[in-house]
T-cell receptor
Framework: NAGVMQNPRHLVRRRGQEARLRCSPMKGHSHVYWYRQLPEEGLKFMVYLQKENIIDESGMPKERFSAEFPKEGPSILRIQQVVRGDSAAYFC?????????FGSGTRLTVV | AQSVSQHNHHVILSEAASLELGCNYSYGGTVNLFWYVQYPGQHLQLLLKYFSGDPLVKGIKGFEAEFIKSKFSFNLRKPSVQWSDTAEYFCAVMNTGGFKTIFGAGTRLFVKA
């Protein structure tokens, strides 16, 4: 079991482009959480998803950000028209009955 | 290899007992340290963090942690736990000035009423 896989590890986008971050949960896990980590800060919750459902998106910015977790395939965090302030590390975690596991994160740099 | 080790995977305490959860890390540079808590059915929340200065850090809900550089440790403590502290606790280490963060495997705390 490879654990929670996030890709890409590093992503560079120009202002105005779209960023797509992918998260494949651990085998058997059906819950996915996305967090953002800004420089010198801790994790901040963004969204909690189960397959095909958004359970809690209270931490998501109202505009430009969206997330999905389709029946097949990874969870996707999508940021449209990126701005410099979106530069951060984005972490995904997945959970099942007995474990909660983090991915290694995607570092997004907006230039 | 960089790693974070949480010594206890499961801890069971009675109310009013004192708590100490161990966290040791292996990392070659300067680090920032965090403890997070996840209550049942909820997402992660920040309990406390250490960046620099006083190695004894106070967080929310009566928790504190002490950074001992020579031991590469950042243990979490609470003098008297409550039933509502039942949760999973994660230690995390972040390289200073960067984004790389490594998480421990978590410790599940169950407090008996």
């Amino acid at each position: 079991n490879a654990g929670v896989m996030q890709n890409p590890r590093h992503l560079v986008r120009r202002r105005g482009q779209e960023a797509r971050l992918r998260c494949s949960p651990m085998k058997g896990h059906s819950h996915v959480y996305w967090y953002r980590q800004l420089p010198e800060e801790g994790l901040k919750f963004m969204v909690y998803l189960q397959k095909e459902n958004i359970i809690d998106e209270s931490g998501m910015p109202k505009e430009r950000f969206s997330a999905e977790f389709p029946k097949e395939g990874p969870s996707i965090l999508r940021i449209q028209q990126v701005v410099r302030g979106d530069s951060a590390a984005y972490f995904c975690a997945s959970s099942g009955e007995k474990s909660y596991t983090f991915g290694s994160g995607t570092r997004l740099t907006v230039v | 290899a960089q790693s974070v080790s949480q010594h206890n995977h499961h801890v069971i305490l009675s109310e009013a007992a004192s708590l100490e959860l161990g966290c040791n890390y292996s990392y070659g540079g300067t680090v920032n340290l965090f403890w997070y808590v996840q209550y049942p059915g909820q997402h992660l929340q920040l309990l406390l963090k250490y960046f620099s200065g006083d190695p004894l850090v106070k967080g929310i809900k009566g928790f504190e942690a002490e950074f001992i550089k020579s031991k590469f440790s950042f243990n979490l403590r609470k003098p008297s736990v409550q039933w509502s502290d039942t949760a999973e606790y994660f230690c995390a280490v972040m390289n200073t000035g960067g984004f790389k963060t490594i998480f421990g495997a978590g410790t599940r705390l169950f407090v008996k009423a």
